[in-house]
């Protein structure tokens, strides 16, 4: 009797033993889990109330030396501290910008003379930005009469926000007065004391009250359809989609519109296609 009674308490302490081991087992795995975890040193405590990012899984034994460089940084951008670099300032083209200044007899030695139907105090020099055919801002200089010389700048400023190419913009003194000269090199011009093309009365050029921009893109063309100009053969026939050409109802013809300017291209038999003016003659 005490033989079988000493044979079943064997089998359960044995049961026992087994299921305390089993337990201790587990507790084991969670102290070494908790001790791999805990070696691995953080870059920084986190500040109190701040989520605890989820610790990483437990280093196989090989890897139980890993050093703290081994720990893959957080995938959380930081933004640089204030003054941690220079800034990176804007590329890019620079703002259009115009100045009005009066016009001195030195100004249009060549282009203005007594008798002029405007005086010279009439007349402004506008000094501004444009942009080139070769895609670059250039500065250039139109001599207008000073009762339009905000609205001209305002509609410059326009097309070099549109990005329209200008060759070139002098004014007509530095071809010495000449109309032909000054055309003949795609030169966008305003004043010059000079008659109407085939006409024995003043041109709206010898008030300062029109604008002759980019000649040989845009040639005045007679009505046989002739021009005068070697260089403009290529552009005497519109519509023609090519850089610097004008055509009807465009951008340019738009923005000079804005300020009530008409143009020389919608003309009845010969086409003025570079001319503007205050009054669309």
């Known amino acids: 009797m005490t033989s079988l009674w000493n044979r079943r308490s064997a089998v359960v302490m044995a049961a026992l033993v087994g299921m305390t081991g089993c337990a201790g087992v587990g507790d084991a795995g969670a102290s070494a889990t908790a001790r791999t975890r805990v070696s691995v040193p953080a870059p920084a405590s986190p500040a109190p109330g701040s989520s605890t990012p989820a610790a990483p899984s437990p280093a196989p034994a090989s890897s139980a030396s890993a050093t703290p460089s081994s720990v893959t940084p957080s995938s959380v951008p930081v933004s640089p501290a204030p003054g941690d670099g220079p800034t990176p300032s804007p590329s890019g083209p620079p703002p259009?910008?115009?100045?009005?200044?009066?016009?001195?007899?030195?100004?249009?030695?060549?282009?203005?003379?007594?008798?002029?139907?405007?005086?010279?105090s009439g007349l402004r020099k506008i000094t501004m930005t444009y942009w080139g055919f070769d895609d670059q801002a250039h500065t250039g200089t139109l001599v207008v009469n000073k009762k339009v010389a905000e609205d001209v700048a305002s509609v410059f400023g326009k097309l070099y926000e549109m990005r329209y190419p200008i060759r070139r913009m002098e004014p007509v003194d530095v071809y010495k007065g000449s109309d032909y000269d000054s055309i003949d090199a795609d030169n966008t011009s305003a004043f010059n004391c000079r008659n109407a093309t085939g006409s024995g009365s003043w041109s709206n050029h010898a008030y300062g009250l029109a604008v002759d921009l980019n000649p040989r893109e845009n040639p005045y063309v007679y009505a046989d359809g002739s021009n005068a100009h070697r260089n403009a053969d290529a552009f005497v026939d519109r519509p023609l989609k090519k850089p610097g050409v004008i055509n009807s109802g465009d951008r340019v013809v738009r923005a000079f519109g804005q300020i009530g300017w008409g143009w020389g291209g919608s003309w009845s038999g010969a086409k003025d296609y570079q001319h503007f003016s205050v009054n669309g003659r």
């Not at 016009?103 to 003379?113: G, I």
């Open 96 to 120: 259009f910008s115009a100045k009005i200044e009066k016009v001195s007899r030195d100004d249009v030695r060549h282009s203005w003379r007594p008798g002029c139907p405007v005086p010279l």
